[in-house]
């Protein structure tokens, strides 16, 4: 969990003043019913819904142009998508940038899990995906079988989780300042269109 302590950490010294860890739960869990996601697919404008997948696992990559380990875990995950091309997994990496941010970003790094925008955090709100990057797996059921950095989904734990297993590796305990998270993320997104040319 190196990755995720150094973004803990750049996060909340760059951004957050974050108070007291709220009492409630702050992220989903395993177990949990998977929301309806509502994100719009970069490549070809496609709004998909968790019917859209019968018989199909998702994999819900959640993370944002400017975080380093996300950068670092694309490799990893254009190698996972390629691994299971053709197996019932689907994998989607779901930023809240507006696609004037992301596609500059996509000209100079590799992605190629199809990339889904959240640009009105609902989709974040709806899965409390405020410590990135995160990757939720919802079985065909629709059901979270792990919250957890991508890079402790490996090859062999997707193939557990496609045998209809739940992945024996560390889970998410979720962000402790949601509302601080959101409000770094919304001020990212601000300051970006501040900066654009007839904005």
């Not at 969990?1 to 951004?15: C, G, H, Q």
């Not at 940038?97 to 889904?116: D, I, N, Q």
């Not at 995906?129 to 995160?134: E, R, V």
């Not at 062999?156 to 496609?162: H, I, Q, R, S």
Request: net charge negative.
């Amino acid at each position: 969990m190196r990755k995720r302590s150094f973004l803990i950490a750049m996060v909340t010294s760059v951004a957050l003043a974050a108070g007291p860890a709220e009492e409630k739960q702050t992220t989903l869990k395993t177990g949990d019913a998977a929301p309806e996601p509502n994100f719009e697919v970069l490549s070809d404008g496609s709004r998909p819904r968790l019917a859209d997948f019968e018989g199909e696992y998702l994999f819900l990559d959640f993370w944002a142009t400017w975080c380093p380990p996300c950068v670092e875990s694309i490799p990893h995950l254009n190698a996972l998508q390629a691994r299971f091309r053709g197996r019932p997994a689907r994998f989607f990496s779901i930023t809240y940038e507006p696609a004037g941010m992301v596609r500059p970003f996509l000209e100079k790094h590799g992605l190629e899990v199809p990339v889904g925008l959240d640009d009105d955090f609902s989709t974040f709100q709806a899965y409390r995906a405020w410590g990135i990057p995160t990757l939720y797996v919802i079985n065909p059921e629709g059901t979270i079988v792990s919250v957890a950095s991508p890079f402790d989904v490996t090859e062999e734990v997707v193939e557990a989780v496609l045998a209809g297993g739940v992945p024996d590796i560390e889970q998410y305990e979720g962000w402790p300042d949601p509302q601080g998270a959101e409000e770094y993320f919304r001020s990212l997104v601000e300051k970006w269109k501040a900066a654009q040319p007839g904005e």
